[in-house]
């Protein structure tokens, strides 16, 4: 039986790249990734196999850049979810979201909760947008809560308490701009993910090239430890 691919997982990566390329300000390659995220998202869609497809939007270290990049795609990202919740409607999507939406502006943390509620019973497609989202911290939280329970520490239980876990094992991990790295993205669900790694900045990346990566996921062998 070939691979099924459920759980897409993106590292949208080299929108400042493909900006600078071109003489541009780094913030519209950030306005170009947008539309990738939804031509990507629409394709997922409608694609038999995938359910979930979660895009790394905005890392817990990507704080760190400058306030007036930052500020720009927290606007980008209302901006977006106020035009796209028409495309999340029409095609059956639900958003939804992992990461500490907290340190977020209380109007975006309401934005964001609002389309969730506006798309919860979709079921064409799950979009997990990660946002404010880190592996390793979130991985902490989790053992500090069943600490604090005194449950006893196994995968069976961690598992549960990771927040991102519930949209089940990654099967496609990619990452765009080259690099090849995971950023603290997804380290628990991605213990037996399909690893690829693309020059394609991602505001050139398109559907195209993920029913290339979906081809090649399907002629590999995943083993899971076996033989
Ligand atoms: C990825 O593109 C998007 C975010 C991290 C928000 P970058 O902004 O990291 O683009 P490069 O890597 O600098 O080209
Ligand atoms: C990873 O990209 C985070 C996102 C795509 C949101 P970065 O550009 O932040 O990663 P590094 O700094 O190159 O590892
Ligand atoms: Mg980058």
Same mark, same amino acid.
């Given at each position: =039986?070939?691979? #099924?691919? @459920?759980? $897409?997982?993106?590292? =949208?990566?080299?929108?400042? @790249?493909?900006?600078?390329?071109? !003489?541009?300000?780094? %913030?519209? !390659?950030?306005?170009?990734?947008?539309?990738? &995220?939804?031509? %990507?998202?629409?394709?997922?869609?409608?694609?038999?196999?995938?359910? $979930?497809?979660?895009?790394?939007?905005? +890392?817990?270290?990507?704080?760190? @850049?400058?306030? =007036?990049? %930052?500020?720009?795609? =927290?606007?980008?990202?209302?901006?977006?979810?106020?035009? /796209?919740?028409?495309?999340?409607?029409?095609?059956?999507?639900?958003?939804?979201?992992?990461?500490?939406? +907290?340190?977020?502006?209380?109007?975006?943390?309401?934005? #964001?909760?609002? %389309?969730?509620? /506006?798309?919860?019973?979709?079921?064409?497609?799950?979009? &997990?947008?990660? *946002?404010?989202? !880190?592996?390793?911290?979130?991985?902490?939280?989790?053992?500090?809560?069943?600490?604090?329970?005194?449950?006893?520490?196994? &995968? /069976?239980?961690?598992?549960?308490?990771?927040?991102?876990?519930?949209?089940?094992? $990654?099967?496609?991990? #990619?990452?765009?701009?080259?690099?090849?790295? *995971?950023?603290?993205?997804?380290?628990?669900?991605?213990?037996?993910?399909?690893?690829?790694?693309?020059?394609?900045?991602?505001?050139?990346?398109?559907?195209?090239?993920?029913?290339?990566? #979906?081809?090649?996921?399907?002629?590999?062998?995943?083993?899971?430890? !076996?033989?």
């Amino acid at each position: =039986m070939s691979n #099924i691919a @459920r759980h $897409v997982a993106i590292i =949208m990566d080299g929108n400042g @790249r493909w900006a600078t390329e071109r !003489g541009l300000k780094r %913030v519209k !390659g950030h306005e170009r990734g947008a539309e990738t &995220v939804r031509t %990507v998202t629409t394709f997922a869609s409608n694609h038999p196999e995938i359910e $979930v497809l979660t895009l790394y939007a905005f +890392s817990t270290e990507n704080w760190r @850049r400058p306030k =007036m990049e %930052v500020d720009f795609l =927290m606007r980008l990202l209302d901006n977006y979810l106020k035009n /796209e919740t028409k495309t999340y409607i029409k095609h059956q999507i639900r958003f939804e979201t992992i990461g500490d939406l +907290s340190r977020f502006s209380s109007a975006l943390q309401r934005r #964001i909760a609002a %389309v969730k509620e /506006e798309t919860k019973g979709f079921k064409r497609l799950t979009q &997990v947008l990660a *946002l404010n989202y !880190g592996s390793q911290d979130e991985i902490a939280r989790a053992a500090a809560q069943l600490c604090r329970s005194g449950e006893a520490i196994s &995968v /069976e239980t961690l598992g549960r308490r990771i927040e991102s876990a519930r949209f089940g094992p $990654v099967d496609i991990l #990619i990452r765009t701009g080259g690099d090849q790295r *995971l950023s603290n993205f997804l380290l628990w669900q991605s213990a037996y993910a399909e690893l690829f790694f693309t020059p394609t900045l991602w505001p050139d990346f398109d559907p195209d090239e993920l029913e290339t990566i #979906i081809a090649e996921f399907k002629t590999r062998t995943r083993r899971f430890g !076996g033989i």
